[in-house]
């Protein structure tokens, strides 16, 4: 299994990135996916997840700013975001929690991280 994350990079207060994780998954189906942030000096949190039923649940800080989205045909996950602001400045990691086929077990994976830094 391996998620390559892109899309990171500066910008100003107020502009949009876009993230992509591409996941190749050979042999598992997705239960769910996400995107993580960790800042400096910070604990990683979560930013937003999407489910195998296309449900997003998102963190109240980027809730209404952030969208996740996902191409299943290309097993790639999306983070728009939005009105980005300096508060947003961290390493972006996405997550895939992965079955095998009739079993019950999920696997836990993670990208490399890719850096968003807004600045203000």
């Known amino acids: 299994v391996q998620l390559q994350a892109s899309g990171g990079g500066l910008v100003q207060a107020g502009g949009s990135l876009r993230l992509s994780c591409a996941a190749s998954?050979?042999?598992?189906?997705?239960?769910?996916m996400a995107w993580y942030r960790q800042a400096p000096n910070k604990e990683r949190e979560l930013v937003a997840t999407i489910n195998d039923n296309a449900a997003t649940h998102y963190a109240d800080s980027v809730q209404g700013r952030f969208t996740i989205f996902r191409n299943i045909a290309k097993n790639t996950v999306y983070l728009q975001m939005n009105n980005l602001e300096p508060e947003d400045t961290a390493v972006y990691y996405c997550?895939?929690?992965?079955?095998?086929?009739?079993?019950?077990?999920?696997?836990?994976?993670w990208g490399q991280g890719t850096l968003v830094t807004v600045s203000s």
């Open positions: 998954i050979s042999g598992f189906s997705v239960k769910s």
């Open positions: 997550n895939a929690d992965l079955l095998r086929p009739g079993r019950s077990f999920v696997y836990s994976y």
